[in-house]
C-alpha cells in the first residue's frame, strides 16, 4: 500500500473532484482525477488505482440518476467506446501517456474555442435531435480509447453529447451509464495487462470512502446550479483541463 503523505494529499481531492463530475456536474472536471495523482506517482499506476474506486462511484451515480438516461444515443456511443477500449489494450505498450493528454487537450480546447465562436456568432443552444450514429460511434471510440488510458473519456463524449441538446439531467444520466459500462469493460485488460496488484488494491480500498461523499457533493451541486451555468461550468472546466492537459503531456 503506499504511505506517502503527498500522495494522499493530491489523491483525496482529485478523487472528491471525480466524484463531483459523476455525481452531477459532467464529465469534463473529471479528467483531473490521474494527472493530480500523477504528480505523486506513475500515471499508469494513478489509472489503475482509480478504477475500483471510479466502478464505486458509478454505482452510486447509476443509483442517483436512475431511468434518466437516453437509451437511443448510449445505443451509438457504447460500441464505439468498446472498440476504443480494445484499441486501447493493444496499443498499450506504444502510445505514451503524455501523447493521450495532448491529444485529449487538444479535442477539449479545440471544441471549447467552436463553441466561443458560436457565442460570438449568437449561434443558438443545440436543439434535441436524433442519435448520429457516425458522429457518435466516432466519439464514443475516442472516449473509451481516452478512457482506457489514464481515465480522460469525460471530453470527447461531451464533444458528441452537449451538441444533441439534451437536458442537464439527460445529459448527467447519459455520461454516467456511459462510464459505468466503460470501466466495467476495462477490467478484463487492466488485469490482463497486471495492473491489479495488491499495493495498488489496497490503496484503492483506503480510498473508497471518498467515492459515495463525491457523488453525494456533486449532486447537491447540481440542484444548486440552473442549467444555463450547468453548461457553461462545463465549457469552462473542458477549457481548464484541455490547456492542463497539453501542458503536462508537453513538458
Do not use: C
Not at 2 to 14: E, K, Q, S, V
Not at 58 to 78: C, E, K, P, S, Y
Not at 158 to 185: C, P
Not at 228 to 242: D, E, H, N, P
Amino acid at each position: 500500500m503506499i504511505t506517502d503523505p503527498f500522495f494522499y494529499a493530491l489523491a483525496i481531492p482529485a478523487l472528491l473532484i471525480v466524484g463531483i463530475a459523476k455525481g452531477g456536474l459532467g464529465g469534463g472536471i473529471g479528467i483531473l482525477g490521474v494527472p493530480l495523482m500523477a504528480l505523486a506517482i506513475g500515471p499508469v499506476q494513478a489509472a489503475a488505482i482509480m478504477l475500483p474506486i471510479l466502478m464505486l462511484m458509478d454505482a452510486f451515480a447509476v443509483r442517483q440518476w436512475w431511468g434518466r438516461w437516453d437509451l437511443a444515443n448510449l445505443r451509438v456511443i457504447v460500441p464505439g467506446a468498446i472498440a476504443g477500449i480494445v484499441l486501447g489494450t493493444f496499443t498499450f505498450r506504444y502510445l505514451s501517456e503524455d501523447a493521450i493528454r495532448v491529444l485529449i487537450g487538444v479535442i477539449a480546447v479545440g471544441f471549447v474555442a467552436n463553441h466561443f465562436l458560436g457565442v460570438l456568432r449568437r449561434v443558438p443552444p443545440p436543439e434535441r435531435r436524433a442519435p448520429r450514429p457516425l458522429a457518435g460511434t466516432f466519439w464514443g471510440a475516442m472516449a473509451g480509447f481516452t478512457s482506457f488510458g489514464v481515465h480522460a473519456g469525460g471530453p470527447p463524449i461531451n464533444v458528441y453529447l452537449l451538441r444533441q441538446g439534451l437536458d442537464k439531467g439527460t445529459f448527467q444520466g447519459t455520461a454516467v451509464l456511459f462510464f459505468m459500462i466503460v470501466n466495467w469493460v476495462k477490467v478484463p485488460p487492466y488485469a490482463l495487462l497486471g495492473q491489479f496488484d495488491f499495493a495498488n488494491l489496497t490503496t484503492s480500498l483506503v480510498l473508497a470512502p471518498l467515492a459515495p461523499l463525491g457523488i453525494r457533493l456533486g449532486h447537491w451541486l447540481h440542484h444548486q446550479v440552473d442549467e444555463t451555468w450547468f453548461f457553461r461550468f462545463i465549457y469552462a472546466s473542458l477549457l481548464i483541463v484541455g490547456v492542463r492537459l497539453i501542458l503536462l503531456g508537453l513538458a
